[in-house]
């Protein structure tokens, strides 16, 4: 028989007034009690629509029942055979929308708390099963991953199962794409991406860091060196801005640059060299996970005020549910109706403040939400030293300028096949935000799951 509290078990989470101040993570996970009260609220539905709505479909019923058993391995195991990274999706997806979104016990109350119970067991087996992975026999067939992001790393690992000579080319010094340069420690510990990439390291994934491509190699010189086969899970990391005056003031920041100093260049800690500007007042425009993630960091970088500046209403913002309500707890005020026209600079060119417009909402735009309008004589200032732009990103022109034949879309992404990731260009795969612009960790690594199988028939 099901518990049938109509709550969640509460997630343990260090109390606002601290965590603003540190990085450490904020949830805390759960214990083993916990995770089984939690289990046990799931009532085994026989129509499972949790699996209709988890992109990768796990067999959320299954490893749930499992939790209820207290065979952690099993669960873990389960999960698995899907999700190659379930430490990192436990943690970040935007569960309201996707697993938990359809659990039947959220129509009347909570659902059941899918993602926290994917953590638990992703973190139990991190800590109690120490067998390094089984590196698999050669096949004597080298592939090349372009991007080491959640598509990249799912792609390589799936297809070294399968005996593939898998190397990743990485731009940057550090492998991880957005888990390591934008999403913060306290909300995704970087030591749990350094563990799933030397899990991948030990089934004889080689990680080429600081290799550009488009720069270093082209996509031509891999096949030339005698890959067989291309994976392009290069992201979307090329910030927007919005076109308005004051863009080129010092102090303002595209949300990557700031997380990717922050996060990746370790601007957080005391002895760090890596420059960051702590402003007294710090204004994000944007309402999406990056504009909260960028909040966060500034507050906990000792900004007094940190704004979040969106052009809809609380409504309509973008951000994971949890992220907003613990920002909410973290004292970052919310502008919302908001938009900015100016940013306003002193003699020094440094930031002083914004020009900003109210909004008000009318009827739905082509995206389905309601159109911000300009209400009439609303111009007003908001003072800030620090600006930081979390208006979106789009795939960086690098390597679909580098790489004939490669056909893109009018928005930069990567034109695929749907169900297999195929581009136009022969033996070129790709997947994650390269193809759909931003996007969900989730959504990445089913795009890099799907094209290893794809290439593996190819190839075969
Ligand atoms: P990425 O993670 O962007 O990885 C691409 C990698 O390719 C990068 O390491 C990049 O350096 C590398 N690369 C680029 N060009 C080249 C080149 N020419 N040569 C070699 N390497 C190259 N999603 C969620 O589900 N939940 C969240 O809470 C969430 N929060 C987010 C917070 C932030 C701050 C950001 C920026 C994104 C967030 N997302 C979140 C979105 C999610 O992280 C992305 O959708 C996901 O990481 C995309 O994976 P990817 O592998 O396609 O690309
Ligand atoms: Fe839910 Fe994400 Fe896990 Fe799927 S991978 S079950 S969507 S938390
Ligand atoms: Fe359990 Fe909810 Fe899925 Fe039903 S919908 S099986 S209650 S997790």
Redesign the pocket.
């Known amino acids: 028989m099901a518990d049938m509290r109509l709550e969640k078990q509460p997630m343990p989470q260090l109390a606002p007034e601290i965590r603003n101040k540190n990085f450490e993570e904020v949830a805390l996970g759960y214990t083993e009690e916990q995770a089984v009260a939690e289990a046990n609220r799931c009532l085994q539905c026989k129509h499972q629509p949790c699996v209709g709505g988890c992109p990768v479909q796990i067999d959320i019923p299954a490893f749930i029942q499992k939790v209820q058993q207290r065979d952690f391995e099993g669960a873990y195991q389960i999960i698995s055979a899907q999700s190659a990274l379930p430490a990192v999706c436990g943690r970040?997806?935007?569960q309201e929308t996707q697993c938990e979104g359809k659990c039947v016990r959220g129509i009347k109350g909570e659902p059941v708390a899918i993602g926290r119970l994917e953590r638990f067991v992703a973190d139990w087996h991190m800590a109690n099963v120490k067998e390094p992975p089984v590196k698999p026999e050669s096949n004597g067939k080298k592939i090349a991953i372009?991007?080491?992001?959640?598509?990249?790393l799912t792609c390589a690992g799936d297809l070294a199962r399968k005996g593939y000579e898998v190397t990743v080319?990485?731009?940057?010094h550090v492998a991880?794409?957005?888990?390591v340069?934008?999403?913060p420690e306290f909300?995704l510990p970087k030591a749990i991406v350094a563990k799933e990439i030397e899990g991948l390291k030990a089934m004889g994934v080689k990680v080429e860091t600081n290799?550009?491509?488009?720069r270093v190699l082209s996509v031509d010189d891999l096949f030339a060196m005698g890959f067989e086969g291309i994976f392009i899970?290069?992201?979307?990391?090329l910030p927007r801005f919005m076109g308005i005056p004051g863009e080129n003031l010092k102090g303002v920041f595209s949300?990557?640059e700031y997380?990717t100093r922050v996060n990746l260049m370790k601007a957080y800690l005391p002895d760090s060299e890596t420059p960051i500007q702590r402003g007294k007042k710090v204004a994000v425009v944007g309402g999406g996970?990056?504009a909260m993630?960028a909040a966060r960091c500034a507050k906990r970088l000792g900004a007094e005020e940190v704004y979040i500046v969106y052009r809809r209403s609380m409504e309509e913002i973008p951000a994971?549910a949890e992220?907003i309500h613990h920002a909410i707890e973290e004292g970052i005020i919310f502008k919302t109706l908001t938009n900015p026209t100016e940013i306003l600079g002193d003699e020094h060119q440094n930031v002083v403040g914004m020009t900003c417009l109210e909004m008000e909402l009318g009827a739905p735009d082509e995206s389905g939400r309601r159109r911000p309008m300009v209400k009439e004589g609303s111009e007003h200032r908001l003072d800030t030293d620090v600006v930081i732009m979390a208006i979106g990103?789009s795939p960086?022109p690098?390597?679909r300028s580098t790489t004939p034949g490669l056909e893109t879309n009018k928005w930069g992404c990567i034109v695929t096949e749907e169900e297999s990731g195929k581009t136009s260009r022969e033996g070129v795969y790709a997947?994650?935000?390269?193809v759909t612009g931003?996007?969900?960790?989730?959504?990445?690594m089913g795009a890099g799951k799907q094209a290893a199988k794809a290439i593996d028939e190819y190839l075969k």
Do not use: H, K, Q, W
């Open positions: 970040v997806c935007p372009i991007g080491s992001g959640p598509a990249g080319f990485e731009a940057l991880g794409g957005v888990l340069y934008g999403i909300r290799m550009v491509i488009g899970g290069s992201g979307a990391g949300a990557n997380l996970n990056v993630d994971r992220e990103t960086n690098l390597i997947g994650g935000d390269a931003a996007a969900t960790v989730i959504l990445a």
